[in-house]
T-cell receptor, first 115, second 109 residues
Framework: EPEVTQTPSHQVTQMGQEVILRCVPISNHLYFYWYRQILGQKVEFLVSFYNNEISEKSEIFDDQFSVERPDGSNFTLKIRSTKLEDSAMYFC?????????????FGEGSRLTVL | KQEVTQIPAALSVPEGENLVLNCSFT??????LQWFRQDPGKGLTSLLL?????REQTSGRLNASLDKSSGRSTLYIAASQPGDSATYLCAVIMGKYIFGTGTRLKVLA
């Protein structure tokens, strides 16, 4: 069964360092999302991406964050200068172009620990 | 702004009990609703997706219902087992997913 793949599964970094989280979407999916879950808190929407541009972003997704699809397969989330409060599980999710009702398929997540 | 709330926040039951988890949302203009399971430190496992035109969905011992007009969904787990212990999340689908606060379930052997 096709699945969304995320790497790395766990990354530890020093505050101020840049981090790139990678996601390989299901091959025929056109809509891509990043979500974040701080330990013990709810899963929060960060950003959605379609047709090589951001379609929506939350207030969490500030200038420290960026997304891109550099090679037509990987979908990446970059955090430019990490802060302690960026420590969280980051989930990539993708769906086909089925309008707003389409089911999202989630990856297993990348755990980011900022020291 | 859509708010999704799950009650109870935590639940501990003996094995074999039937139980109901609740999810409520403030804006009924949703497309669909989905229930997930999350084990500690792990990802999201999809359990049931209820389309807006449906009232309920069933999979094995799980049954989820949706009442859009009242802003409620319930997840019914029959004959609970220790392996059901996890956090259960509901998410309303409005283009993006908006997740609830979760219910931490512990089923005691």
């Amino acid at each position: 069964e096709p699945e969304v793949t995320q790497t790395p599964s766990h990354q530890v970094t020093q505050m101020g360092q840049e981090v790139i989280l990678r996601c390989v979407p299901i091959s025929n999916h056109l809509y891509f999302y990043w979500y974040r879950q701080i330990l013990g808190q709810k899963v929060e929407f960060l950003v959605s991406f379609y047709n090589n541009e951001i379609s929506e972003k939350s207030e969490i997704f500030d200038d420290q964050f960026s997304v891109e699809r550099p090679d037509g397969s990987n979908f990446t989330l970059k955090i430019r200068s990490t802060k302690l409060e960026d420590s969280a599980m980051y989930f990539c999710a993708t769906r086909q172009g089925q309008g707003f009702s389409g089911e999202l398929f989630f990856g297993e997540g990348s755990r980011l620990t900022v020291l | 702004k859509q708010e999704v709330t799950q009650i109870p926040a935590a639940l501990s039951v003996p094995e074999g009990e039937n139980l109901v988890l609740n999810c409520s949302f403030t804006d009924s203009a949703i497309y669909n609703l989905q229930w997930f399971r999350q084990d500690p430190g792990k990802g999201l496992t999809s359990l049931l997706l209820i389309q807006s035109s449906q009232r309920e969905q069933t999979s094995g011992r799980l049954n989820a219902s949706l009442d859009k007009s009242s802003g409620r969904s319930t997840l019914y787990i029959a004959a609970s087992q220790p392996g059901d212990s996890a956090t259960y999340l509901c998410a309303v689908i409005m283009g993006k997913y908006i997740f609830g606060t979760g219910t931490r379930l512990k089923v005691l052997a």
